[in-house]
């Protein structure tokens, strides 16, 4: 199977209470024999993710999770560990077995709706018992899709995959764009990316190919200088560049070498587009001009990399907040796939690039901030402010957004 950076794979997880069949219809789905099935209840223990194919839609990721009716302690850590997935998941499958909707469900329900992800109610085990008309009715009056399936006899489940391609949110159906929209055929673009020791040996970072990538397919010319080279290729280029895309980390010294008429911006702010809300990003940034004395700052990464020693958000963005602030910040770094339940202490909240993140993550991650009033910025748009270029950064993106 042709493997998907992790960041753009549909995530779908399946929940429900214990023993109502949810490893079955993964097996079933995939028709592999993948997930662990037992009468016994609880069997699956940790969530699980299995990579599938699912076509037209592509590659997603199906989460087998833990029974979220398990009781006693370690049952309270497997449920917060399904909770947990809940926070990556684009799609869930709520899963009922042959006794129907219960109270467990509906609780499960609520917490589904109130992360808004889009959920279909699955009524497995279709050879036993076919769902009750108050289960039916309940679905049709919240709105919610439903099906009855068998993972034992396959009854219904091709298509159920094609409910899932469905209900799969729109922007995981097209294809995202991180500069298409701002160039055409024909342009020259310039990216600038720097080779210093925190770049990986003997070769180019994901978002890097990735934007490479994309100009080719616009049928446009990409030219990749570090930043000492920047000058002289301008200056050998008939037309000048339609944009510039640099490392954050080089962007003051890009900005005072090229011309002020060249549209500038970063590979950390084009991601940070395509990946979520970048009007909320915006908004998080001019944040940073009203904190104060002792305010307490949430560093987030998404995930957990070998840490250097001028590390970027360690070392860099404090020191580059303390600066331009003159205020005496305290900085935490919370790093995975966890957000910290309590972001009230926090004044704001500056997120990596969200490369191992897809958007839906991203943009429930900004909405989770918004709900509690505490603003969310990243790191490209943080060190832009900090270093004076930040509306110059953000100029291409204002037809578009
Ligand atoms: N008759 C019938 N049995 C099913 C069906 N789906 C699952 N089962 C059976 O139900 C039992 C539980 O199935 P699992 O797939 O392990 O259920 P689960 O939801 O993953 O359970 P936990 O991991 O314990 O939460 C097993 O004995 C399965 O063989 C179905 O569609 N029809
Ligand atoms: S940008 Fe975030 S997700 Fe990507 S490598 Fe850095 S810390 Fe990890
Ligand atoms: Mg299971």
């Not at 009007?279 to 560093?299: F, K, S, T």
Request: hydrophobic content about 40%; some cysteine.
């Amino acid at each position: 199977m042709k493997q998907a950076p992790r960041g753009i794979r549909l995530v779908i997880a399946l929940i429900g209470r214990r023993n109502s069949g949810k490893s079955s219809l993964i097996n079933a789905i995939t028709k592999q024999k993948i997930a662990i099935v037992s009468e016994q209840p609880g069997t699956t223990t940790d969530p699980v993710g299995k990579h599938y194919e699912l076509l037209p839609l592509g590659p997603v990721t199906f989460f087998d999770t833990a029974g979220l009716d398990d009781q006693g302690e370690l049952g309270s850590l497997r449920i917060q560990s399904t909770r947990k997935i809940l926070f990556r998941t684009d799609l869930a499958i709520l899963v009922i077995g042959e006794n129907g909707i219960t109270n467990a469900d509906k609780a499960i329900l609520t917490d589904v709706h109130a992360m808004t992800i889009p959920v279909i109610v699955v009524f497995n085990k279709s050879d036993l018992a076919s769902p009750s008309k108050a289960d039916i009715d309940f679905c049709s009056h919240q709105g919610i899709p439903f099906i009855s399936t068998s993972a034992k006899t396959g009854e219904n489940i091709t298509l159920l995959k094609s409910k899932l391609i469905d209900l799969a949110p729109p922007e995981m159906k097209k294809e995202p764009q991180i500069v298409s929209d701002l160039i055409t055929e024909g342009n020259t673009v310039v990216l600038v990316v720097p080779i210093d020791l925190g770049a990986p040996k003997g070769r180019l970072i994901l978002p890097q190919v990735q934007v490479i990538r994309e100009i080719l397919d616009c049928d446009a010319c990409a030219i990749v200088v570090k930043e000492r080279e920047l000058a002289g290729i301008l200056e050998n280029l008939a037309v000048p560049p339609a944009l510039v895309i640099a490392d954050s980390q080089v962007i003051l010294k890009v900005a005072g070498d090229i011309n002020e008429n060249i549209p500038l911006t970063t590979f950390s702010i084009l991601f940070a587009r395509m990946k979520g809300d970048i009007h909320h990003l915006i908004q998080g940034a001019q944040a940073i001009d009203n904190l104060n004395d002792n305010d307490r700052i949430l560093i987030a990464e998404a995930c957990s990399h070998h840490v250097q020693a001028d590390d970027i958000g360690r070392v860099k963005i404090p020191r580059w907040l303390t600066r331009y602030t003159g205020k005496d910040l305290s900085f935490e770094v919370y790093s995975g796939h966890d957000f910290p339940e309590d972001l009230s202490s926090y004044r704001l909240v500056v997120h990596c690039g969200s490369c191992m993140l897809n958007r839906m993550e991203m943009i429930r991650r900004i909405n989770e901030c918004q709900r509690r009033g505490i603003p969310i910025t990243n790191y490209g748009l943080t060190i832009a402010k900090t270093l004076g270029v930040f509306d110059r950064v953000i100029a291409p993106l204002k037809t578009t957004c």
